[in-house]
Structure formats: structure tokens, C-alpha cells
């Protein structure tokens, strides 16, 4: 059974989406390169929104990245900087509980 020793209060889920497959990749591999993910996994999805004041469904990929509150801000600068859209997605969702190997590995990955 896996342990859950230790705390996970610092650790999150950041969720961004993108409009291609082909930005989806890119912004990923900024994230893992610079050390503000660990992993970031990409799941074709489509959206269904408001903006402009009309209801839009548009295919989108949504970035999974792994990642911590140390890097937040700093992931969230980057992911505003390199992305097509005017108001990107950046959610922040906290994770309750993680494996204790997989939480020191995640946290290893990342450059605070």
C-alpha cells in the first residue's frame, strides 16, 4: 500500500489550456524545462465558454502540470508570456493527498 507520510500542502495541479496541440507541447516542455513543472500531461478536450458575450465550443488540449506553490507565480508569469490567448487559464488546484515517492520525486523536479 502506498505511504502518505509527510505533508502535500505545497504541492498542485496547475491547469492551462491551449488552443493547438502544437502550443500545448511547447508550453509543456518551457514548464518541465525551466523546473516550474515535474510532469505536465496533455488531454485533448473541447471547451464550452462565454467571452465576447457569446457561448463558444472550441477543441482545446489541456495541460496537467505538476507542480508547487513555490513556482506559482512564476509558472503563472510564463505560461501569460508564451501563450496565444489574451486571458489564459491558470488554475492552481491543491492536491489532497499523493504517494510519498511520487510527492519527493514531483518536488525534486522543481527549481523553488
Do not use: N
Request: hydrophobic share 40%; glycine share 4%; charged share 30%.
Amino acid at each position: 500500500m502506498p505511504t502518505m507520510r509527510g505533508t502535500t500542502d505545497e504541492l498542485l495541479e496547475v491547469r492551462v489550456t491551449a488552443g493547438s496541440g502544437e502550443e500545448a507541447r511547447r508550453l509543456a516542455d518551457l514548464l518541465v524545462d525551466e523546473r516550474l513543472a515535474a510532469c505536465v500531461q496533455l488531454v485533448e478536450i473541447t471547451s464550452c465558454y462565454r467571452w465576447q458575450g457569446a457561448v463558444e465550443h472550441e477543441p482545446e488540449v489541456l495541460l496537467l502540470a505538476k507542480s508547487a506553490r513555490s513556482v506559482f507565480d512564476r509558472l503563472c508569469r510564463r505560461v501569460r508570456a508564451e501563450h496565444s490567448y489574451d486571458t489564459p487559464e491558470v488554475l492552481a488546484v491543491p492536491v489532497a493527498a499523493a504517494d510519498e515517492r511520487y510527492a519527493e520525486w514531483l518536488r525534486g523536479c522543481l527549481r523553488p
